[in-house]
Structures are given as C-alpha cells and as structure tokens.
C-alpha cells in the first residue's frame, strides 16, 4: 500500500510540475526596460503591441501578431499596461489560455503621461497601439488602434524595405 501511495504522490508531482511549466513567465517592467527593448539594435523588425487583458480590439488583433512573430526577420513584443498586481493569474492566464508564443511583459508605470510621448508624441494614450521599428535602420512607425491583417503587413513590408 506505501509503495502505492508512493507512486501516486510521485505522478501527481510530475503532472503538477508539467502543468506549471505551461505557464509563461511575464515579467513585470519599468520604464528603463521599455526604452531598451525600443532603442535595442538588431537585424530585424521589432513590433511592440501595447495592449491589455481588458480591451477587446486588443485581443481581437492578437492572433494577427502572432502569425506575424513566426515570420523570418520579425519579432513581436506585447506589453501588457494591465495592473501590475493583475500579472498573476490574469495576464499569465490570459496568455497561457490563448497560447502566446510572443514575449510578454507588464509595464508597471502608471504615470503615462511620462512616457507615452517618449513611444510617439502621435500617441493619444488609447489602446490597441503598435510601434514598428527596424532596428537595422533605426525608422520607426507608430499605429494607434486596431489592425487588420492587410495593414500590419504593409507597415512591416514598408520597414523591411527601407
């Protein structure tokens, strides 16, 4: 009886510890962070998407990013500006549900009028909101609201060529 309760005990912690892997970490930044995943150099198009779990245009553009990320020469960033607090299990829920493969993080600053106009002086605050930059290049195109298919190729078509 022992040696089956061991080998119970022993199961249930390997599932247990293959569920958790599932979950993917979010890590929660500053603004330090933010400008370096924007000023970063590199051969490719850096997307970073600003988005939240609440926003519903946010979470209808997703999948469209995600076909995107697995593109050759183009990575995709989320920031998520939910709550920091939220990080664990909203966010982390969030993504592990839908199965996000792009990097996620949450930035934690809740003073936007400090750094918004740092990511464009364009940007009015309002989510969905995307910054393309190449980082070969340095140019850089910033989006406000929601995405169709169509547009977000053409601006990533546009960067790749210049």
């Keep these: 009886m022992k040696k089956i309760n061991s080998i119970l005990v022993f199961g249930f912690l390997v599932l247990m510890m ?3 892997s599932l979950v993917k970490d979010v890590p929660v930044i500053k603004w330090s962070k933010m400008e370096q995943l924007i000023q970063a150099e590199g051969d490719q198009i ?8 609440w926003c ?3 979470i209808a553009e997703m999948p469209l990013f995600e076909a995107v990320n697995a593109q050759e020469g183009v990575e995709v960033v989320f920031i998520s500006l939910d709550n ?3 990080v664990d299990p ?6 592990t549900k839908r199965n996000i493969q792009s990097q996620v993080y949450l930035l934690d600053e809740v003073d936007y009028n400090k750094w918004i106009d740092k990511v ?6 309002a989510i969905p ?3 393309f930059i190449n980082q070969k290049t340095g140019e850089k195109v910033f989006h406000e609201g929601e995405l169709k298919e169509t547009e977000l190729q053409e601006i990533i078509d546009k960067l790749s060529n210049s």
């Design 84 to 86: 920091a607090s939220d």
């Design 56 to 58: 519903r245009p946010c």
């Design 90 to 95: 909203r966010v982390t829920g969030f993504i």
């Design 46 to 53: 850096r997307v970073i998407n600003f988005w939240a779990t």
């Design 120 to 125: 464009s002086p364009e940007w009015s605050g």
């Design 18 to 20: 293959s569920a958790t």
């Design 129 to 131: 909101a995307s910054l």
